[in-house]
């Protein structure tokens, strides 16, 4: 069963807000599910930001739910969305939670912390290639960061070395092997490499790039990928596994175009704390 109830501030019936916070928070929408196992049920509350600035420049996610309780008596844990609690650049938020007993009639208190991320080239979060193409088989970020790494693949050029010449293919994976393009300890012997390399064959559609991502603190936030002039040229995105990533594009890639890398650094990032009390639930 799905209820919906717009929260209506202005009667001050529903939100009220305190000022020990670091950014504001407006419920305007709650949505209540419940299900036969207990612990699929939930809520989840849609929140205008207010305070800072959000856009393409400035994104929020949540990074944690510190206290969630209801008048039952009862402590809520977070859940994630439905698409996922990646960063975004609309102001309004999606906050779920577990579903409290029936018996509640309202959410007494929601504190949290949001992460603020505003990149630049000069702060760190952003790290800009131009000419891409002439980077295949590197690390785009060496020069930045030693925990994060980006290699755009040649995934074309390795495919027809393969059919043409397995031996030319084999000595040029060891190359990369040796290179440090793979993860030290993630590929052991030649055949584990091979096979890594060879699934590229199969993933992403004709106009895409290819891409082997080591991220295991989970700092890249988006790659995006402009022409020469300056338009998104991004068509949706698939990942197989930690490290392979593709990212559609709305033409075939050119020389001159340019890449962006988006990486949470400690100077391009804030974490801001919120606090909600008194919610009604439907």
């Not at 584990?192 to 060879?198: E, H, V």
Request: net charge negative; proline share 2%; charged share 30%.
């Amino acid at each position: 069963m799905t209820k919906k109830v717009l929260v209506c501030i202005a009667l001050g019936l529903c939100t009220k807000l305190t000022l020990a916070q670091d950014v504001n928070l407006f419920v305007n929408d709650i949505k209540e599910e419940r299900h036969l196992e207990s612990d699929k049920s939930f809520v989840e509350l849609s929140a205008l930001i207010k305070g800072i600035k959000v856009d393409e420049f400035n994104q929020v996610k949540i990074k944690s739910i510190t206290n969630a309780a209801a008048d039952d008596g009862s402590t809520l844990q977070k859940k994630e969305s439905f698409f996922g609690d990646d960063y975004s650049n609309n102001n309004e938020l999606d906050i779920k939670l577990e579903a409290p007993t029936r018996k509640a009639t309202n959410l007494v208190n929601i504190e949290g912390v949001l992460k603020y991320f505003s990149p630049t080239e000069a702060n760190g979060g952003k790290v800009v290639v131009k000419n891409p193409l002439n980077y295949y088989n590197k690390n785009l970020l060496g020069k930045k960061y030693k925990d994060v790494k980006v290699t755009l693949v040649d995934k074309a050029a390795l495919e027809k070395l393969k059919e043409k010449d397995e031996k030319e293919y084999q000595k040029k994976l060891n190359e990369l092997k040796e290179s440090g393009v793979i993860a030290e300890g993630m590929a052991e012997t030649v055949d584990a490499f091979k096979q890594f390399f060879d699934g590229f064959g199969s993933f992403g559609n004709e106009n895409a790039l290819s891409f082997y991502v080591e991220d295991p603190n989970e700092k890249i936030v988006e790659i995006l990928i402009y022409n020469a002039d300056g338009e998104k040229m991004n068509y949706g995105s698939s990942k197989y596994g930690s490290h392979k990533l593709s990212i559609s594009l709305k033409e075939e890639a050119q020389p001159n175009w340019t890449i962006e890398v988006l990486v949470e650094s400690e100077q391009a990032l804030k974490e801001l704390k919120f606090k909600i009390a008194s919610v009604l639930l439907p």
